[in-house]
C-alpha cells in the first residue's frame, strides 16, 4: 500500500486546509469532490485511506464507495463500520476494530489489508440530511491510533464537502430539469413541422460537428448539441399558412415570418441558467448574419455569439439540401457554391473555410439522422375496418 508522505502540525495542516478548499471550491462535478473530500479528510488526519460512500439510489440498500486508487465497490448498506454510522448518524472511533463487532473482516480477509484504527462519520447537508459517510483507515503518524482531534478535523472537512456537495447535487438537477424542458420544447416545436422534427435534429448533429472542428471545448460543444434544436422554436407562433406557402412570401407574410427569432428569444428568456439561456442566444441570433444584413439586429462579425453563428451554417445547409413547399431541395454542389460565395457575407468566413473542407463529413452525418428518423417512423397504419 503507497502511502503519501503526510507531515503532521499545525501549519501543514493549514496548507491542506487551504489548497483543497480552493480546489474543492472550483469543483462542481460529483465524483471529482467525493475524489477530493477523501485526499482531504486522509491528508488532514494522517490516514493511510480515506473513502467516501453514498447510498445507492437505485438498489436502495447499498453504498457506492470511493476510494483513491480503488474502484468504487458496492457494501451492503446495514453492515460494517459505514453501515453502522450511516444507521445511526453518529460518528465512530475505533482503534481495535478486530474486537468490535461492528467491523466486518470479510473485506480485509478479502483485500489482505490490514485494518488497524477507523474513523468513521456522516456527512450531512445543510439541514442535517445524511449524504454519506466519509471513512479514514489506519493512522499513520504518531501513535497509530485516531484522536478526538482527528475527529474533529475530518468533521469539519466533511461538513465543508457536504455543503459543496450539495451545491454540486443541485446543479446537476437543475442541468438535467434544462435538458428535459428544452427536448420538450424542441418536441412541441417539432408537432407542426413538415417533417417530424428531422429538421432539429440534423441542425443539432452538423452544429456538433461544426462546434468541434471550430475547436469549441467538450463542454461547449455539449450545450450546443443541446440547445441548437431550438433555434425554431419562435415557429410555433407563426401560422402554418405562411410556412406550407407554395410560392414567395409577401412582404407582409415576411415581416411575420421574421419575427420567429424574437419570438423563440422571448419564450426563452427569462432564464439565467446555462443551457436555457444559450438556447435563448440561438434563438434570437440565428438568422444574423456576419456582414450585418441579417435580421432581427442586423448585428455584425465576432457580435454574433458564436453558438448562433454555428447553427446558421448548419440551419442554411440543411434548409437548402430540404424540399420546401415552395421549391425541390438544392444538389450539393450548388450549396457549396453558395456556400462559398456567402463566406464573409452571410457566414463567418472561418466556420464557412471549416464547412467546405468538411461537406463530407456533414453530407454524412446528415443522412445519418434521416435514416434514423425513418427506421423510427411508425410502421404504417393498419386498415381503418376491422
Ligand atoms: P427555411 O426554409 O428553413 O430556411 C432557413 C434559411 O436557409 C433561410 O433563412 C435562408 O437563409 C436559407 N434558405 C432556405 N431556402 C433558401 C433558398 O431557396 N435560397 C437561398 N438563397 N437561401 C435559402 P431566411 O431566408 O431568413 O428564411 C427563414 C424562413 O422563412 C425559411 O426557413 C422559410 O420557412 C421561410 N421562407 C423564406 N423564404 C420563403 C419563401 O420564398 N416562401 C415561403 N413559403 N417561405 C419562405
Ligand atoms: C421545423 O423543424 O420546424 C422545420 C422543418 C423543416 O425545416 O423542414
Ligand atoms: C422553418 O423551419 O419552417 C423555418 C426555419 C428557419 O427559419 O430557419
Ligand atoms: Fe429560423
Ligand atoms: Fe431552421
Not at 14 to 37: F, G, K, Q, V
Not at 117 to 124: E, G
Not at 137 to 153: I, L, Q
Request: hydrophobic letters at 40%; a negative charge; charged letters at 25%.
Amino acid at each position: 500500500m503507497k502511502k503519501d508522505p503526510t507531515p503532521q502540525g499545525d501549519t501543514s495542516a493549514e496548507s491542506t486546509i487551504s489548497s483543497y478548499i480552493n480546489r474543492i471550491a472550483a469543483e462542481r462535478d460529483i465524483d471529482r469532490l467525493l475524489l477530493l473530500l477523501a485526499g482531504f479528510g486522509r491528508d488532514l488526519i494522517g490516514a493511510d485511506r480515506c473513502t467516501v460512500g453514498l447510498p445507492d439510489e437505485k438498489d436502495g440498500t447499498l453504498w457506492s464507495k470511493v476510494a483513491h486508487a480503488v474502484p468504487r465497490i458496492k457494501i451492503p448498506r446495514t453492515s460494517g463500520i459505514a453501515g453502522w454510522v450511516a444507521t445511526h448518524g453518529e460518528a465512530l472511533l475505533i482503534n481495535d476494530p478486530g474486537n468490535d463487532e461492528r467491523f466486518d473482516s470479510a473485506v480485509d480477509r478479502l483485500t489482505g489489508y490490514h485494518t488497524q484504527s477507523i474513523l468513521a462519520l456522516p456527512i450531512k447537508d445543510a439541514d442535517g440530511r445524511m449524504f454519506g459517510v466519509i471513512q479514514a483507515v489506519n493512522k499513520t503518524t504518531g501513535s497509530g491510533t485516531f484522536s478526538n482531534a482527528d475527529r474533529e478535523h475530518l468533521q469539519l472537512a466533511a461538513a465543508y464537502v457536504g455543503q459543496a456537495l450539495e451545491t454540486a447535487r443541485r446543479q446537476e438537477e437543475i442541468e438535467a430539469s434544462q435538458r428535459e424542458i428544452i427536448l420538450t420544447m424542441a418536441e412541441a416545436g417539432e408537432v407542426r413541422s413538415r417533417e417530424a422534427g428531422r429538421h432539429a435534429r440534423r441542425v443539432a448533429a452538423c452544429s456538433r460537428l461544426l462546434g468541434e472542428f471550430h475547436g469549441l471545448s467538450e463542454d461547449e460543444t455539449e450545450v450546443l448539441r443541446l440547445c441548437s434544436p431550438t433555434h425554431d422554436i419562435g415557429i410555433i407562433a407563426i401560422p402554418d399558412s405562411l410556412l406550407q406557402k407554395p410560392s414567395k412570401l409577401d412582404d407582409t407574410e415576411w415581416a411575420i415570418m421574421k419575427t420567429h427569432p424574437t419570438l423563440g428569444y422571448d419564450m426563452l428568456k427569462h432564464s439565467e441558467r446555462r443551457l436555457l439561456h444559450s438556447a435563448a442566444i440561438i434563438a434570437w441570433q440565428h438568422h444574423e448574419r456576419w456582414d450585418g444584413t441579417g435580421y432581427p439586429c442586423g448585428l455584425v462579425g465576432d457580435a454574433i455569439h458564436i453558438y448562433a453563428r454555428i447553427t446558421a451554417l448548419a440551419d442554411v445547409f440543411d434548409a437548402l439540401a430540404s424540399d420546401r413547399p415552395w421549391r425541390k431541395a438544392w444538389e450539393m454542389n450548388r450549396i457549396v457554391k453558395l456556400f462559398e460565395e456567402e463566406r464573409g457575407k452571410h457566414f463567418d468566413p472561418g466556420l464557412a473555410g471549416i464547412f467546405l473542407e468538411n461537406v463530407d463529413a456533414l453530407v454524412k452525418i446528415r443522412n445519418a439522422v434521416q435514416d434514423r428518423a425513418e427506421k423510427q417512423a411508425a410502421p404504417p397504419r393498419p386498415p381503418a375496418e376491422r
